[in-house]
Structure formats: C-alpha cells, structure tokens
C-alpha cells in the first residue's frame, strides 16, 4: 500500500514522540542523543544544504520570469505590504487573547523562582546573543541587509536577506541586459532550478526516518511534566492565537478571495506543516513550502520563487504573535501593568523583531529579548518561559510557513498567476518520485 507523503511522515512523528517518551522513561537519554538524534540532525543538515542553491535558482527565475521591471516593483509592493498587515493582524490577535486571559496573573511565585533557576543559564545565552543587537543603530538593519561579499553572505543560512539582496540585484541585471546575451544564463537558471527541486524530492524520501529521530531526541529531553502544567496557560494563549491563524483567518481569506476551499488548502500544505512543525525552521521547510505551493496549490512558480524565499526571512506571522503574548505574559507574571502605549510599542517592536528574527529554531525567543528591552521588562522574565519555547516554536513555525503559503495564493490570485488545484490534477509529486 502506498501512503502519501504527509501520513508517512505524520507516523514518523507519532511513532518518534512515543520512542522518545520510553526512552526518557528507561532512562535511555544518552542512546538517544548518540544514536537516533543524529539522524535528525543528517535530515535538517540536507535540508539547509539545499536552501542558499534553491534560493539562488528559484529567485533568480522568478525574476527573470516577471520579463520586465515594473511588474517586479509591483508584485514586490504587493507582497511587502501583505506581510506587513498579516503581522500586524497577528500581533493585535495575540494582544488581545493574552490581555483578556491574562495567564501571567496565575504564574505562582515559587513556579517562576523554580524557573528562573533552573533556565538562568540558557535564558542568560539568549540574552548575551541578543545584546550585540541592541547597542546598534535605528538602521542597523537596513546596513545588515547589503552584505560586503557576495561568498561570505552566501556561506551563512542566517544571512538569507543578503543572498536574496543580491540575487534582486543580479536578476534586475539580468532583465536590463539584451535578452539574446542574457539567453544562456537563464538556460542555466532554468536548469539549475530543476534539478534543485529534484534533489530536494530525493531528501523528503527521508522525511519520514528524519521526523522519527527530531521527535525522539526533542520528547526524551524535554523538561519534566509539571513544567508544561505550569505553563499551560500562556501556552494555550499562544497556541490558540496560533490557531485562529491557521485554522481561521487564512482558511477564510483564502476562501474569500481565492475561492479555495480549506480542505483543498490543508491537503495541498500539509506536508510543509508538518516539516515545520518537527523542523521549527521555516528555512529548512522552505523547499518543501515551494514545491507544495507551486505542484499542489497551482501557483505559478513565477510568484512561488519570488514569494516565498522572502516569506520564509521577512513574513514570520506566528513568531510576531509569540512574542506579543510572550512579552505581556512575562509583564504580568512579573508584576508590571503594560499600558495602550507600551502595547502599542509591543506592536511595532514584534514586528520588527519578527522581520529579523532568522527563519531557524529558536530565533523568535533571541529576538524576544530585544521587544522585552524596548518596553523595559526584565530580560531574566525569558527564563520564564524558556521550558516552553520549543513546542511553542514549532507552532509558530506552522504558522509562519502557512501565512507565507496564504499570502502566495493571494498575490498569485491577484496577478492571475493561480490554476485551480481542485480542477487541474496535479498528482503527487513524492508519490511518483517513491
Ligand atoms: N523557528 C521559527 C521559524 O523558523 C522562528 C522562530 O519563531 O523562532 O520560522
């Protein structure tokens, strides 16, 4: 019997989650770390193998797709300006669920020492990691934008916003340049960008075995139960911002102006979901988040490769709802009272920071601090909550490559670049590759 992707890789995590909770309750950490987390770490590795290269490709022909400047300056618009409101949409959602429940109110003060104890030393590196970005410049990140060599930007995943500064640029030669010179280097772009996305069919056969191993080393090391009770609470909060997003507002939006139904949406998604949930990289899932997009969404590739890849860096609606909630949860546990302002100054900084933060695991709690800073809470208050990021992260990561997913059809339904999926059979492109 053939399954499809996303049920192999679902029963991956099931079965990896339940592997890893006998091997916390044997005691069985150490076989964990040293023989199945590996495994993890080999999948996520290939997968960032293949992230600057199919950045490089698929940007460079999304652009020389669009054949002419101002259609680039106008779906560039089109795009920025969607991810900035389903930010700000995300950020207020959040707001407002953690200021009506109010989890920090319920934190007991012996739970936050016990806390703040036990997790002073990570918070303590987040911290540190953090504070070379706060003594910078108000256009610091505009500098950090415009890297000084093209090798050394593309030799780091973080600087993802450099490459694609430099791909635009490369790509805008490109089109500037007679079409008969620039022919060949286009041929390779178009080759290039084919081959990258049959390597990254091969590295999601692997899916299934790389989830198993990520849910088994995150389950067996995970903080005892009590932890996770304590912060149920807020964790709801997040979670449930989370799922108005993904279960509300982009079903609905897509529906409205799509007209796809969420069923047709979920199918088509799932398998980026999934990685992004066991992932917490919306960089690692971004070849995944394409190929769905572009063979089983029917979005054209033209809007896909320029979408996307600056999705993934910029558009992190489900980072910027976290720090929200996180920041006033952290606030009320430690007896401060936010006013509308400093709310508002939430706002703007959760949405900045969720610009910045980069699309890997984590990222969204370093850039925490810097919105914790700005409104002057404590930057300790992170320990609070560190128990709870991963799961969390992983959540929002869903979010963050869903958003980005929902904005792509909503571009490419607005420039007429979208085939409806549930008309045009588009088969199943890992079904085949297996
Ligand atoms: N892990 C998230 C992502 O890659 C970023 C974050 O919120 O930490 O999208």
Known sequence: MKLALHWKILIGMAMGAAFGLFCAAKGWQGFVSDWIAPWGKIFINMLKLIAVPLIIFS???????????????KMGGKTLALYIISTVIAITVGLLIVNLVKPGKLISE????????????????????????????PLQPLIDVVPENFLAAASNNRNMLQ?????????VGMLLVDPKIAEPVRAVVIGMNEVILKIIDLIMLAAPVGVFA??????????????????????????????ILIFLLYPLVLKAYVGMTP??????????????????????????????????????????????????????DGTSLYQGVAAVFIAQALGYDLGLGQ????????????????????AGMVMLV???????????????????DRPLDMIRTVTNVTGDA???????????????????????????AG
């Open 163 to 171: 490459v694609i500064f430099f791909v635009i640029l490369f790509g």
């Open 59 to 73: 940007l460079l022909k999304g652009i020389t797709d669009l054949k002419d400047i101002s259609k680039l300056s």
């Open 406 to 432: 929902t904005v792509a059809m909503i571009v490419a339904k607005s420039e007429n670049k979208i085939s409806d999926p549930e008309i045009k059979n588009l088969g199943d492109h890992y079904q085949q």
């Open 214 to 243: 990520l849910l088994a080393s995150l389950v067996a090391d995970a903080p005892s139960a009590d932890l996770f009770v304590a912060l149920g609470a807020y964790s709801l909060c997040v979670a449930g911002g989370l799922g």
């Open 370 to 388: 810097i919105v914790l800073g700005v409104i002057g809470i404590p930057e300790a208050g992170l320990a609070l909550i560190f128990a709870m």
């Open 110 to 137: 012996e739970t936050q020492t016990t806390l703040m104890e036990k997790y002073e030393g990570d918070a303590g590196q987040k911290i540190l990691a953090a504070a070379g970005r706060k003594e910078v410049g």
């Open 263 to 316: 069923k047709t949406f979920y199918k088509g998604i799932a398998p980026a979901q999934l990685l992004a949930f066991s992932t917490s990289s919306s960089a690692a899932t971004l070849p995944v988040t394409m190929e769905r997009v572009t063979e089983h969404l029917g979005v054209d590739d033209e809007v896909t490769s320029f979408v996307l890849p600056i999705g993934a860096t910029i558009n992190m």
């Open 343 to 362: 709310q508002l100054t939430i706002l703007t900084t959760a949405l900045l920071a969720s610009i910045g933060s980069a699309a890997v695991p984590g």
